[in-house]
């Protein structure tokens, strides 16, 4: 058995693993795109080329879930700009953006909904 | 107000898979916008989601008591504080320690050791329909 053998071998499990996180994190994704309503945007900004067409196709996929296809693909938004370039592409204020930050002052008040904000930023681990 | 909130963008920088995950929101703290908690409970991003939705664009009166239906109803806004983390159920009963929100999806993400997760469904209740009870991972 040789190294290459090895080498192969460790390669094709690897590549499952990968796969196996990224399906993971698509159902995460879709559920985000469920919990923000029809009436709200999610944006999915930074993503890799890949990353990006993986989702895109995701919410395209054959999707049975009346749940979901009651969410039109106008709610959902797939880029691979950057938040930053996403903000000076769109004209959104940095003070318009809120982060959601465990380490924040200020707990989010129903108040922060009532046009203080444009857009809420979230991390994602 | 209601056209205000059709024009809100949760808007998510993101890793899709990265193994290990990274921090982004640290990264993105740097930059300087303004920041909000959402409490001390533990939540991953797409609960952390669903409850800003709660608290910042549902509209209405509602009522804690009921809030499930007040949610779907009368589309209640809802403090932090009255978010109704559901932490113990039948359902939930093998991931004692675990926080989900009550009420909002079909749809449980349970997570079962760092990275795998497991998707369950339940009643065939949807966020925009009136139903019965439903819950979301924590």
Not at chain 2, 44 to 56: F, N
Not at chain 2, 65 to 93: H, W
Request: hydrophobic share 40%; aromatic share 6%; proline share 4%.
């Amino acid at each position: 058995m040789g190294i290459s053998r090895i080498q192969s071998k460790l390669s094709s499990s690897l590549q499952l693993w990968r796969q196996i996180v990224i399906q993971l994190n698509l159902i995460s994704r879709k559920h985000m795109r469920l919990l923000a309503g029809k009436e709200n945007v999610v944006r999915f900004s930074h993503l890799s080329v890949t990353s990006a067409a993986a989702l895109q196709a995701s919410w395209q996929g054959s999707d049975t879930d009346h749940l979901e296809n009651e969410l039109s693909t106008k709610s959902v938004e797939v880029t691979t700009l950057s938040v930053m370039e996403l903000m000076k592409e769109r004209n959104i204020p940095l003070e318009k953006v809120c982060l959601l930050d465990p380490k924040a002052m200020t707990a989010l008040g129903p108040e922060d909904g009532d046009g203080k904000f444009q857009w809420f930023l979230f991390g994602v681990r | 107000m209601s056209g205000l909130f059709s024009r809100t963008i949760l808007q998510f920088l993101q890793s899709l898979g990265d193994d290990p995950p990274r921090d982004r929101t640290s990264e993105l703290r740097v930059l300087g916008f303004p920041g909000r908690h959402l409490g001390s409970v533990q939540m991953t991003t797409d609960t952390a989601l669903g409850v800003t939705k709660l608290v910042v664009c549902d509209k209405g009166e509602y009522n804690s008591v009921s809030i499930f239906s007040a949610m779907l109803t009368l589309n209640a806004q809802v403090p932090l504080e009255d978010i109704p983390y559901v932490v113990s159920t039948p359902l939930t009963a093998q991931h004692e320690g675990q926080y989900f929100i009550s009420g909002v999806t079909t749809r449980i993400i349970l997570p079962s050791g760092s990275t795998r997760r497991r998707v369950l469904r339940c009643h065939s209740v949807s966020l925009f329909s009136n139903g019965s009870q439903v819950l979301v991972r924590y």
